[in-house]
Nanobody, 118 residues
Framework: VQLTESGGGLVQPGGSLRLSCAAS????????LRWYRQTLGNEREWVAG????????NYADSVKGRFTISRDNAKNTVYLQMNSLKAEDTAVYYC????????????WGQGTQVTVSS
């Protein structure tokens, strides 16, 4: 089982980034997906989530209207489009897959750094 994030980097305030998370080793379409973020010394914070077939999405208030989560079940990939980035969006971003037949499986990626700075 593997989740591999990519697309992080350094961007100026007001800019955009698109994160990707490629999955392998499990049946992707059986899992709901989430993005979290974490800064040094703080707990991991939930950012956005998407249902198994992508019909339902949810967002933290801090990113609503600026971030968009989507998934491509044919490519086993989940995305996070981040627009109008702010300095406070700086964090390591992690993707998470939860579900499976039992509903108890919980997988995490290794994270990708996003830095918003001028």
């Amino acid at each position: 089982v593997q989740l591999t994030e990519s697309g992080g980097g350094l961007v100026q305030p007001g800019g955009s980034l698109r994160l990707s998370c490629a999955a392998s080793g499990f049946t992707f379409r059986w899992y709901s997906l989430r993005w979290y973020r974490q800064t040094l010394g703080n707990e991991r914070e939930w950012v956005a989530g998407i249902s198994r077939v992508g019909g339902t999405t949810n967002y933290a208030d801090s990113v609503k209207g600026r971030f968009t989560i989507s998934r491509d079940n044919a490519k086993n990939t989940v995305y996070l489009q981040m627009n109008s980035l702010k300095a406070e969006d700086t964090a390591v971003y992690y993707c998470n897959a939860r579900g499976g037949i039992s509903g108890d499986n919980d997988y995490w990626g290794q994270g990708t750094q996003v830095t918003v700075s001028s």
